[in-house]
């Protein structure tokens, strides 16, 4: 298991995340290399600030639940970056890093996904909710299979559950 990051280990994570992030960028205007590198960190840092301040709000508590868990403060960090805000509320937040995970992310690494974002989220939403509705928090690799092979065949005949599940992982 791993543990919820603390609003101080969520600041610390975003900031080296958003350092690292800047420093990867090409310096365009020829900024002589320190004070460029200097500028970048100070970008970050303002950005973590603005990011902290949001989680901070009182209508953001939902949010701010989520970012404890390390890898969706992750995608909050990238989804903040390449829109400058974020999701309204849980579900939508769910749904961006959902959509993030199955699909940008394996394009990015040139990894062809074996079902599109929409058709994955049915798929994977088909068995949460049995999951939810039998109160279960694991299952059998058998089991999840046969979940989810009828809602697979109803997309694509000839893809096993198998071999969703090991694109997944």
Same mark, same amino acid.
């Given at each position: ?48 600030? $603005? ?24 995608? $909050?960090? $990238? ?41 994955? $989220? ?48």
């Amino acid at each position: 298991d791993v543990r919820d990051f603390s609003p101080e280990q969520q600041k610390e994570f975003l900031e080296k995340w958003f350092v690292a992030a800047y420093l990867r960028e090409p310096n365009e205007n020829k900024t002589p290399q320190e004070k460029w590198r200097e500028q970048q960190r100070q970008r970050a840092l303002d950005r973590v600030r $603005i990011i902290v301040d949001f989680l901070a709000e009182d209508e953001n508590w939902s949010i701010r639940d989520l970012a404890g868990v390390p890898m969706l403060l992750q995608v $909050i960090a $990238i989804l903040w970056r390449e829109r400058e805000s974020l999701p309204q509320g849980r579900a939508e937040l769910y749904q961006a890093a959902l959509k993030y995970l199955l699909d940008y992310r394996d394009r990015w690494r040139k990894i062809k996904p074996v079902l599109p974002a929409v058709q994955a $989220i049915r798929v994977l939403s088909s068995v949460s909710f049995w999951m939810q509705e039998e109160s279960k928090d694991e299952v059998q690799r058998a089991e999840l299979y046969e979940r989810m092979q009828p809602v697979l065949n109803t997309m694509d005949d000839e893809l096993r559950a198998e071999r969703f599940c090991e694109n997944l992982r």
